[in-house]
Nanobody
Framework: QLQLVESGGGLVQSGGSLRLSCTGSGLLLDRHVIGWFRQAPGKEREAVSCLGTSGGRRNFVDSVKGRFTLSRDNAKNTVYLQMDELRPDDTGVYYC????????????????????WGQGTQVTVSS
């Protein structure tokens, strides 16, 4: 069964850090574009970042550039989203998803290109 599972969310103070994990089951993550999205209460889901296949292209939305980074551990079949300098407006449920499109610095991250989603992990940043 194909599955993505996120973990690592929690409550953190403004300025703090969290590392989210996205672990795959039934699929090898380094063969797929993996996107991160988030949804704040009362708001639409928005893109955060994407990581390309083994070549490692990355893209980040402007609001997280310079604060969030992506990495991959193929041995653990896991993609990580390191989030530093967290702000209250980073609060939301974070999802990882498998993409069927290209991930690159100038390519918009569109959720309709992503077809397999995890259950999400809650991130709450207090002021």
């Amino acid at each position: 069964q194909l599955q993505l599972v996120e973990s690592g969310g929690g409550l953190v103070q403004s300025g703090g850090s969290l590392r989210l994990s996205c672990t795959g089951s039934g699929l090898l993550l380094d063969r797929h574009v993996i996107g991160w999205f988030r949804q704040a209460p009362g708001k639409e889901r928005e893109a955060v970042s994407c990581l390309g296949t083994s070549g490692g292209r990355r893209n980040f939305v402007d609001s997280v550039k310079g604060r969030f980074t992506l990495s991959r551990d193929n041995a653990k079949n896991t993609v990580y989203l390191q989030m530093d300098e967290l702000r209250p407006d980073d609060t939301g449920v974070y999802y990882c998803a498998r993409g069927s499109t290209f991930c690159g610095a100038s390519v918009p991250i569109e959720s309709f290109h992503y077809d397999l989603w995890g259950q999400g992990t809650q991130v709450t940043v207090s002021s």
